[in-house]
């Protein structure tokens, strides 16, 4: 059974910065590529970024392009999400997810492993 601990999370002000960490219980995390999705209240969860299994290819929401950069150390097994000029807007329930189809995935539906989330929140 995969298992998927993200860390990092808490409170920054406007224009700050913050690291989401994901640790997946996994004999090799070089099997899976992963994703960062988020959720802010009242709103459906949606794409963040993603990488895939080698760390050489990696997808952005343009929401965050430029801001966030998603990262994998696969001896550590371990991904990661560096947050950048967090504006308010970014503030939401992080989640780490992990699948093992090929090619990166944006959509939810194809995200297999999901950990439980962390929280962001940004003040202005």
């Known amino acids: 059974q995969v298992q998927l601990v993200e860390s990092g999370g808490g409170l920054v002000q406007a224009g700050g910065s913050l690291r989401l960490s994901c640790v997946a219980s996994?004999?090799?995390?070089?099997?899976?590529?992963m994703g960062w999705f988020r959720q802010a209240p009242g709103k459906e969860r949606e794409f963040v970024a993603a990488i895939n299994w080698s760390g050489g290819s990696t997808v952005y929401a343009d929401s965050v392009k430029g801001r966030f950069t998603i990262s994998r150390d696969n001896a550590r097994k371990t991904g990661y999400l560096q947050m950048n000029s967090l504006k308010p807007e970014d503030t939401a329930f992080y989640y780490c997810?992990?699948?093992?189809?090929?090619?990166?995935?944006?959509?939810?539906?194809?995200?297999?492993?999901w950990g439980q989330g962390t929280q962001v929140t940004v003040s202005s």
């Open positions: 997810a992990a699948h093992r189809y090929r090619d990166i995935q944006t959509t939810e539906g194809q995200y297999a492993y």
């Open positions: 996994v004999p090799s995390l070089g099997f899976f590529n």
